[in-house]
């Protein structure tokens, strides 16, 4: 900071009139490295605390004004000493730069007894008005009012005479901290005052100048209601109280101004014995109605961060009422805990300089950027000269596109570290802030969990965050609000108290390769949360586990985001969760790509599981994840949405827990999805459960096989749903079960080895469709049927389907009257490797081939005429892609689309990169001759 002071000494004026061109919202304020600049002295009349400067400056010379107190009991008089009350005083000191003062011996105003201010003079102001200094002041009193403001002047900032109350008409009898405009607005003074709302009153007349004479024809402003209220839920919710006194600000009157709030948080830390915190903030009124509000902050600006403020007479406050203007900048000067006083320079936005920065702590060992330990003293420009805190550095310069911040290798305890509005050119122009690497022993950020974020983007474009460990802040260890091509890369970000990395309205960010967790399974809320119409952001190759709620959620109309190749494990709740929020909207065209979810919700939550997609959530694609492990009620689950594609997932082993029923994939009243080439195994219940009115739903190609119970069950008026080409096998029930459902098509499946029935339609489905389909080898007993009807259950068709070794042989196989088309043949399933069964196709006399409906709308296995069921069959030559059955002992594991040995190929004389890509068949065992792979 000394290189601002010159140019501050020469712009001191002799009379200041306060007229900034300031944007408040994007003012910074930067704490004196050695505050507190004034504490308690042993003079008797300042020995107990010193606080609430006024500061002035003339002839080159700061003139500080502050309320000194002393130990003797206020009550009982002078000459009576008590360590719990004392008497105020104003002092006087004076200082060169700003920062080291002098101190005068005697206060320069001081109480009169038997007078309106016997008991203090308190919290001083100070104004230039017309030439002379006016001081207001709360005059503390043994009579009734207790408190009144108080006025004294000088010509010459050293002697002092009093005025009294302000007003003889007792017009501010228990009112506090009168602040003054120090020139008229629409020909009148004015001043904002208050204890708990904030006030304004005006005068027409000018301040006196003799001695004993009251500065009288005050009159309240606003019809005497206050002209700003406190705001629940805010730093000012319990009380307001005027700052410096008020200064013209790109034409308006600008007041900061201090607000009170309860914070019974900080009750619970034996260190901080009250539970109130003061804070300072802003407010703007228009030029022409100094009682309307133009703007107010929706935070304080300054912050209890310090030991000494929050530690004294009044615990956890800052409390300002001097300043000191530069044009751009501005000093402003503040009471901590009641019991000293600190400063600080408040800066207005810089021009941006594209150029490089560095942070570094204090020390060199293993560093990679910086030659010299971090100073705050430094200025941050160099490798030689880093500064201490990234903070601060943020805070001192302007930063742009083509700028570089180098944090080097260290811990940095500190959190609510602000990039706010970084607008850059676009293209590659970003601005980058960067560490040495995410470990324990890289550039570490920690919040120490006294902060609300590690750190916040606001308003920000074009912004790189990579390389860094960001840790153990209260709400969200990366916030990214109104921002748009920001990219996270390569951070790891952990033991946030609710969200790991929380963006909202924001668009375009790729946040990608970071690990977000290492917390307990009862401490992060969101690994990710993604909330509030953001859009069209990409999150690739990111590791996430052990949050407190869902792995990654998205919702409140948050659309078209892509997630991509990450793996998410051991969260609370959900891997992955999309939904519209509290009063929010569906959350639409979202992505699930290429992902790896397992062993989430370890709190055993009720509808919960790996993915879950609810709230009328449109047009959500899940593609290509392994899903498994995932603990009650499903590893994939979709409730209340429409247009949804679930496709080519492997989903197994879904966690047995009490209370659940642990499938594979669970859709509840969902519309219009397809479910297409999954595979679904080891499932404790069903692999598919279909319920609560799912309707117009097509399953295609999926592979559902030795799971507890059934296949698929279709339930609960769950109508119009059609199936093709499935394979249904070794489920420790039925393949298909239907109840209570209607108008079920079933094409082209095959049922085999399940051990109970092929298919049941059960509970009145009705109107049902089944044509082409195999039902083989399905028993437990000899009730069980390959097709079988139950509880006024029927048919609208049955054509074209067979059955064999079921286990009702008696009557071929069907519960119900059989068709002329049907037949009860063996479907004669061969396997190219003999000493393994379940590697089954159709061989080439097989009763399926050729026998199925040439008017159905699925494709033939051979490309000539409708066959039964969902294999293929082998030729002797012509490309066959074989049915492929697993053992359990032989599950992938992978991202193929095939397991190790698990699909055997007889091609002949084909380039099959024509038609599939080589990526599939990764693992698998192929037989070929002149074939081109």
């Known amino acids: ?516 967790g290492d917390n307990t399974d009862a401490n992060n809320n969101f690994g990710i949360l993604l909330d509030g119409y953001s859009s069209r952001n990409y999150f690739f190759k990111n590791l996430i586990w052990r949050n407190g709620w869902a792995g990654i959620e998205i919702r409140n109309i948050s659309m078209s985001n892509t997630i991509l190749s990450n793996i998410i494990f051991r969260n609370a709740e959900e891997g992955i969760k999309v939904h519209a929020g509290t009063g929010g909207g569906p959350s639409i065209g979202n992505r699930i790509l290429g992902n790896q979810i397992y062993s989430n919700n370890t709190s055993n939550g009720a509808d919960k599981g790996g993915i879950r997609i609810i709230d009328n959530s449109d047009r959500t694609l899940i593609r290509n994840n392994e899903v498994f492990g995932n603990i009650r009620e499903w590893n994939i689950g979709l409730r209340n949405v429409k247009n949804c594609v679930v496709s080519n997932n492997m989903v197994y082993n879904c966690v047995v827990q009490s209370g659940g029923e642990n499938v594979g994939l669970g859709f509840w009243n969902v519309t219009n999805c397809l479910i297409k080439k999954n595979k679904i195994y080891g499932n404790p219940y069903h692999g598919i459960k279909m319920t609560d009115a799912s309707v117009n739903n097509i399953l295609e190609n999926n592979r559902s096989f030795n799971n507890g119970y059934d296949g698929i069950q279709i339930f609960a008026a769950s109508h119009h749903n059609r199936l093709y080409r499935n394979l249904f096998y070794k489920n420790n029930r039925d393949g298909l079960r239907t109840d209570s459902s209607q108008q079920t098509v079933v094409l082209n499946n095959t049922f085999f080895g399940n051990s109970q029935r092929g298919i049941l339609f059960d509970n009145n489905s009705t109107s049902c469709t089944l044509r082409n389909n195999i039902s083989q080898s399905n028993a437990r007993s000899t009730g069980d049927y390959g097709y079988q009807t139950a509880n006024g259950s029927s048919f609208g068709q049955h054509q074209y389907n067979t059955a064999y070794g079921n286990g009702n042989t008696g009557s071929l196989n069907f519960s119900f009257g059989l068709d002329a088309t049907e037949i009860q043949s063996n479907a004669r399933f061969q396997s190219t490797i003999t000493t393994d069964s379940n590697f089954l196709y159709l061989s080439t006399d097989s009763a399926c081939i050729d026998a199925g409906s040439p008017s159905d709308p699925v494709s033939p296995c051979d490309a000539s005429v409708i066959d039964m069921g969902a294999v293929e069959y082998y030729n002797g030559g012509a490309c066959s892609l074989l049915l492929f059955l697993w053992k359990g002992t032989e599950e992938d594991k992978g991202f193929s689309l095939f397991p190790a040995g698990g699909l055997v190929l007889e091609i002949s004389g084909l380039d099959m990169r024509s038609r599939f890509s080589p990526a599939l068949f990764r693992g698998a065992q192929v037989r070929s001759a002149g074939v081109n792979l």
């Open 1 to 516: 900071m000394k290189r601002f002071i010159m140019l501050f000494v020469i712009l001191l004026s002799a009379q200041p009139l306060f007229s900034l061109n300031l944007n408040l919202n994007q003012v910074s304020f930067k704490k004196n490295q050695v505050n507190p600049v004034l504490t308690p002295k042993g003079y008797k009349w300042e020995s107990r605390c010193v606080y609430t400067p006024a500061v002035i400056t003339n002839n080159g010379q700061y003139h500080m004004f502050y309320r000194g107190q002393d130990w003797r009991d206020r009550y009982l008089g002078w000459g009576y000493w008590n360590i719990s009350y004392g008497i105020s005083s104003v002092g006087h000191a004076v200082s060169s730069d700003g920062r080291n003062f002098t101190r005068y011996t005697n206060p320069a105003v001081s109480p009169t007894e038997g007078s309106y201010d016997d008991r203090g003079c308190e919290d001083p102001r100070i104004a230039c008005i017309n030439g002379r200094y006016y001081i207001t002041y709360n005059g503390y009193s043994t009579s009734s009012p207790s408190t009144k403001i108080c006025l004294a002047s000088s010509a010459d900032l050293v002697t002092w005479v009093k005025h009294g109350e302000i007003s003889g008409s007792g017009l501010f009898n228990s009112k506090k901290h009168g602040a003054l405009l120090a020139q008229k607005i629409n020909n009148v003074y004015w001043m904002y005052y208050g204890d708990s709302d904030l006030w304004a009153a005006t005068n027409r007349n000018e301040p006196p100048t003799t001695s004993g004479t009251p500065w009288s024809g005050w009159a309240l402003a606003n019809n005497g209601n206050p002209v700003m209220l406190r705001r629940g839920g805010y730093f000012d919710s319990d009380a307001i109280r005027s700052g410096p006194p008020p200064f013209i600000n790109n034409g308006d009157i600008a007041l900061i101004y201090n607000g009170i709030t309860q914070d019974a948080g900080l009750t619970a830390n034996p260190r901080f014995k009250g539970p109130f915190i003061n804070e300072i903030g802003w407010v703007t009124f228009s030029n022409t109605n100094p009682v309307k509000i133009k703007e107010r902050c929706s935070s304080s600006f300054i912050k209890v961060t310090k030991f000494f403020e929050q530690i004294g007479n009044v615990y956890n406050s800052v409390f300002a009422s001097g300043m000191v203007d530069f044009g751009t900048n501005f000093f402003l000067y503040y009471g901590a805990a009641d019991w000293c006083i600190a400063m600080g320079e408040g800066k207005g936005p810089q021009p941006a300089i594209p150029r490089n920065y560095y942070v570094n702590d204090t020390s060199t060992s293993g560093d990679s950027w910086c030659s010299a330990p971090g100073s705050d003293d430094n200025d941050g420009l160099s490798p030689g000269a880093p500064m201490r805190s990234l903070a601060a550095l943020l805070d001192s310069y302007a930063m742009c596109g083509g700028s570089v911040v180098y944090v080097d290798k260290g811990s940095y305890p500190e959190g609510n570290i602000s990039l706010n509005n970084i607008t850059n050119a676009g293209g590659n122009n970003y601005f980058i802030i960067r560490g040495t690497g995410n470990t324990s022993s890289g550039s570490v950020l920690d919040a120490q969990g006294s902060s609300t974020v590690c750190l916040g983007l606001q308003n920000s474009h074009n912004v790189k965050v990579l390389d860094l460990h960001m840790k153990a802040a209260t709400q969200g260890i990366i916030q990214l609000l109104h921002c748009s091509n920001v990219v996270v890369s390569n951070c790891w970000v952990k033991q946030s108290s609710q969200h790991g990395i929380l963006i909202r309205n924001s668009t375009n960010l790729k946040v990608v390769a970071n690990k977000v």
